[in-house]
C-alpha cells in the first residue's frame, strides 16, 4: 500500500546514517515530504483538544493541543500533579483518553490497528524517572538490550545484535563489562544510562524522556543531560522532555509548554517562554528555582 511504500523515506530522514547502524525496515506510517515549494513538513505528533479524565477527578487534562516537528525538542514543564505524566503517557496509548484527538504522522491513533502499534512501539521510545524499576530485576544487561532487537530485528544475527549493542554502550557512557551485570549491581546513573542505550537501539524517531534525572544525584544528573543532548543533536531523533526543573528544560528543549491543573497555561519557545513568562504561574515556577549563591572573592 502507499502507506507502506513512503515508509522506507521516512526511516532514512529521521537519523543520519552512521556505521553500524543499520536502515529500519518498512514501518506502517506515511512518509514525511517536503513540497516542491519548500513547504515545512508535516508535524511528526499533533495533539487537539485533548482530555482524559479519571472518576476520581473532575479531569486529569483539559484541552491539551501541541505538536512535535521532525527532530525537534519539547520540553513539558509543571509541578507535580499537573497532567505532565498523564499527557505523555496518553501519547503512548497507556491511558485512553476522553476527548480529542492524537495523530503520529498524521495518522489519528484512533484508527490504529496491530502494525501501527507495533510500529508505534519501536519508533517512539520512552525513558522514564526511575531506572531500577524500567529494568527487569531478573534479566542480565545484555539480554535487556538484545531483547528489544530480537523482537524488532529479528534478522539481525547475534554478531549483529552484540556489535550494536557495543556502539551504544560506547555513546552512553558504558562499556561491555556491564553486560554480565544485573540492574541491582549497577549504580542509578549507570541504569539510567542502560535505560537510553535500550531505548536508542532501534533508532527511534522520538525519545519521550519522563523526569529522566530527578532519582539522581545532581553530579550524575549533568553527565546523563549530556548523553541525553548529544544523542538528540547528532542522531536526529526527537525529543520530548517532561520535568519540573526550568534549567533542564532551558539547556535541552527549543519548545516548551507549561503545564497547571491538567491545562495548557503558558507554550511557545523556550526562551520566550523562560525569559517574559506572560502567565503569573509560569513566573513562580521560575522564581521557585533555587538559585546557588556566588561565592566572594578573597582579596
Same mark, same amino acid.
Given at each position: ?44 505528533? !499533533?495533539?487537539?483538544? @485533548?482530555? *482524559? ?7 486529569? =487534562?483539559?484541552?491539551?493541543?501541541? #505538536? &512535535? ?50 510500529a508505534l512501539r519501536r519508533i517512539v521510545q ?14 542480565r544487561v545484555g539480554e535487556i538490550l538484545a ?16 556489535? !550494536?549493542?557495543?556502539? @551504544?554502550? *560506547? ?7 556491564? =553486560?554480565?551485570?544485573?540492574?541491582? #549491581? &549497577? ?113
Amino acid at each position: 500500500s502507499a502507506l507502506l511504500a513512503g515508509a522506507g523515506a521516512l526511516s532514512q530522514r529521521v537519523t543520519r546514517p552512521r556505521v553500524g547502524w543499520p536502515a529500519r525496515s518498512c514501518l506502517p506510517f506515511p512518509a514525511v515530504h517536503m513540497s516542491a515549494d519548500r513547504e515545512p513538513p508535516a508535524p511528526l505528533l !499533533q495533539v487537539r483538544g @485533548l482530555a *482524559v479524565h479519571y472518576r476520581a477527578h473532575r479531569g486529569a =487534562l483539559h484541552d491539551i493541543s501541541l #505538536e &512535535l516537528g521532525k527532530g525537534g525538542a519539547l520540553g513539558i514543564c509543571g509541578e507535580s500533579g499537573s497532567g505532565k505524566s498523564t499527557l505523555l503517557r496518553a501519547l503512548l496509548g497507556l491511558v485512553p483518553i476522553s476527548h480529542g484527538e492524537i495523530h503520529w504522522y498524521g495518522r489519528s491513533m484512533a484508527t490504529f490497528g496491530g502494525k501501527e502499534w507495533r510500529a508505534l512501539r519501536r519508533i517512539v521510545q520512552p525513558v522514564f524517572q526511575d531506572p531500577f524499576a524500567s529494568l527487569d530485576p531478573r534479566m542480565r544487561v545484555g539480554e535487556i538490550l538484545a531483547e528489544p532487537l530480537r523482537v524488532h530485528r529479528p534478522e539481525l544475527g547475534s554478531a549483529a545484535r552484540e556489535r !550494536q549493542i557495543a556502539a @551504544l554502550l *560506547v555513546r552512553v557512557g558504558l562499556t561491555a563489562t556491564v =553486560l554480565p551485570h544485573y540492574p541491582h #549491581e &549497577l549504580s542509578g546513573g549507570q541504569c539510567q544510562r542502560v535505560c537510553i542505550a535500550r531505548a536508542m537501539l532501534l533508532e527511534p524517531a522520538v525519545l519521550v524522556c519522563d523526569e529522566p534525572v530527578s532519582a539522581l544525584d545532581v553530579s550524575i544528573q549533568a553527565q546523563i543531560l549530556a548523553v541525553l543532548q548529544t544523542l538528540h543533536r547528532e542522531s536526529g531523533t526527537a525529543l520530548i522532555f517532561v520535568s519540573h526543573n526550568l534549567a533542564l528544560v532551558r539547556r535541552l528543549c527549543s519548545q516548551a509548554i507549561v503545564l497547571r491543573g491538567g491545562a495548557v497555561v503558558e507554550a511557545g519557545p523556550t526562551r520566550e517562554v523562560l525569559d517574559n513568562p506572560q502567565h503569573q504561574y509560569t513566573r513562580e515556577l521560575i522564581a521557585a528555582v533555587p538559585v546557588v549563591p556566588r561565592r566572594k572573592r578573597q582579596g
